[in-house]
């Protein structure tokens, strides 16, 4: 077991396991994220039996960064996992502070057909560990602190719930990365079954729903996942969401060029959400060889914008990041594994 899959309870009950102290878990938290060592020998405040027997239980083994691109106020990263399989994760400044999207599986099974990272079919789940290995060795290449995180880079979060889960935990704890709930955001296709888990989830995270068309035949052609979950299911899902825990939705939608971008595709998105406590983030389509989706133009864009705006929807356009790096979601690790 890698040592950064464990959270704060986790490790208390290791200790306690192996006769030892139970406060002992917050010391060595205390070394992992905030001295941040990277090995076992650097601890000084537990015993060398104590030690020993940690580290031959317990890995402190990390990723392997292979590749960062830069651009302005934007890093991705290619990172090697210990089966030699790759992931990426995207730094982005903002004035609010320093956000990463992290991945939370090798590939995906939601076959979205403009996603780079659905292209790849899903290998495995990533372990909890995994994740929080992202944010940090990103904070020690960048050198500054990570105040944000979104799990939106490959994979679907909620089909590898419970390690996601128990990477929230991990961050979110003030002995560990101690980034708080509501500056962190999981992103979901729409897996109805664990929306209305996550409701009962205890950390008050944010959720984003990955729209990107407002109704069943436009989303069907291009989000295989509403065949199985369609609008009339998810949309009393979301509402039921909210109607627990009181938090804002995001809906996340990609304005792809003559698919879903019409100002009758805007009134019908108005529509849709209508009564529900929400606000749409249109995303501008980032484009890969791979696949055949062209960005909206910007015209467009604004035309989209000022209907839903009109209709009394709380609309933002998320500011694009890396357009002269492998921006897209899993581009970078496609190039890798295409050599």
């Known amino acids: 077991m890698n040592i950064y899959g464990y959270n704060l309870d986790d490790l208390e009950n290791y200790f306690l396991s192996i006769g030892s102290k139970k406060f002992h878990a917050k010391q060595l938290f205390d070394w992992l994220y905030n001295k941040r060592i990277e090995s076992f020998s650097e601890v000084t405040n537990l015993s060398k039996e104590v030690l020993s027997k940690v580290s031959s239980e317990l890995s402190i083994n990390r990723l392997k960064i292979v590749e960062v691109q830069k651009d302005v106020d934007v890093r991705k990263y290619l990172f090697e996992l210990s089966d030699n399989e790759h992931i990426e994760a995207v730094l982005m400044k903002h004035d609010f502070g320093n956000s990463v999207c992290v991945s939370s599986q090798v590939g995906c099974n939601m076959g979205c057909h403009f996603c780079e990272s659905g292209r790849r079919k899903k290998v495995r789940n990533l372990e909890a560990y995994e994740m929080v290995l992202q944010i940090l060795m990103i904070e020690k290449e960048f050198g500054e602190r990570i105040s944000h995180v979104v799990v939106m880079g490959i994979g679907e979060p909620f089909d590898n719930y419970d390690n996601v889960m128990k990477f929230f935990s991990i961050i979110n704890n003030p002995f560990g990365l101690a980034i708080g709930a509501r500056h962190i955001t999981v992103s979901t296709c729409g897996i109805v079954p664990k929306i209305k888990e996550f409701s009962k989830f205890p950390l008050q995270v944010n959720l984003a729903i990955s729209l990107h068309a407002p109704n069943n035949e436009l989303r069907n052609k291009i989000m295989p996942i509403n065949k199985a979950y369609s609008l009339e299911v998810l949309i009393p899902a979301l509402k039921e969401y909210y109607k627990k825990t009181n938090r804002r939705l995001t809906f996340e939608y990609i304005l792809l060029k003559g698919v879903n971008d019409s100002l009758e595709c805007a009134e019908e998105l108005a529509k849709l959400v209508k009564g529900l ?63």
């Open 277 to 339: 406590n929400c606000y749409i983030n249109l995303i501008p389509y980032n484009e890969t060889n791979n696949i055949d989706f062209q960005r909206t133009n910007t015209v467009q864009i604004m035309k989209f914008y000022d209907i839903l705006k009109k209709n009394k929807v709380c609309v933002t356009i998320r500011r694009e990041f890396g357009g002269n790096i492998s921006a897209a979601c899993g581009q970078l690790r496609s190039k890798k594994e295409d050599v």
